[in-house]
């Protein structure tokens, strides 16, 4: 398994339509949750890619939400039951950590998952709230 963390203009051609394509797959069609995924954000975000033999396996994105706080989303696994959500989540946080001078990151996480975010120190900040028709729950975690 291969993990790069790449800004937009590094990525592949093939790379952002494999990354959209994973995204609309899971957020869309999935969840049963029609809106515009190209959201304008993947400009300024770093994309973190998990794969193997070119195929996306994993993938989040993290961009700037103010001075101190990056906001985490789009957090995918194609590869179910493998533990690859094991393996991101702490390659974005060591990458930020070593890499940007932001203190915290920030998540909406879907409720459902809050105990996962939850196992890697994200804390609740806020009450749930419904995006989408999904439940949210905000979260963030001081990384310094």
């Keep these: 398994m291969e993990i790069s963390i790449k800004k937009f ?17 899971i957020f869309v069609v999935e969840q049963t949750c029609p809106y515009l995924d190209p959201d304008g954000k993947d400009y300024e975000a770093y994309h973190l890619l ?18 101190d706080t990056l906001q985490m989303g789009r957090v995918l ?9 094991n393996v991101i989540i702490p390659a974005a946080v060591e990458y930020i950590k070593n890499n940007l001078p932001e203190s915290k990151i920030f998540i909406e996480a879907q409720t459902y998952a809050m105990g996962f975010y939850a ?26």
């Design 9 to 25: 203009e590094e990525l592949t051609k093939r790379e952002l339509y494999e990354v959209l394509k994973a995204r609309c797959r």
């Design 50 to 67: 998990a794969q193997e033999n070119g195929e996306i396996k994993a993938y989040l994105r993290f961009f700037k939400k103010d001075r």
């Design 77 to 85: 696994t194609l590869a179910r039951k493998t533990g690859l959500g």
């Design 119 to 144: 196992k890697f120190g994200f804390k609740i900040r806020g009450e749930e709230f419904l995006e989408d028709g999904i439940p949210h729950t905000p979260m963030i975690l001081n990384i310094k």
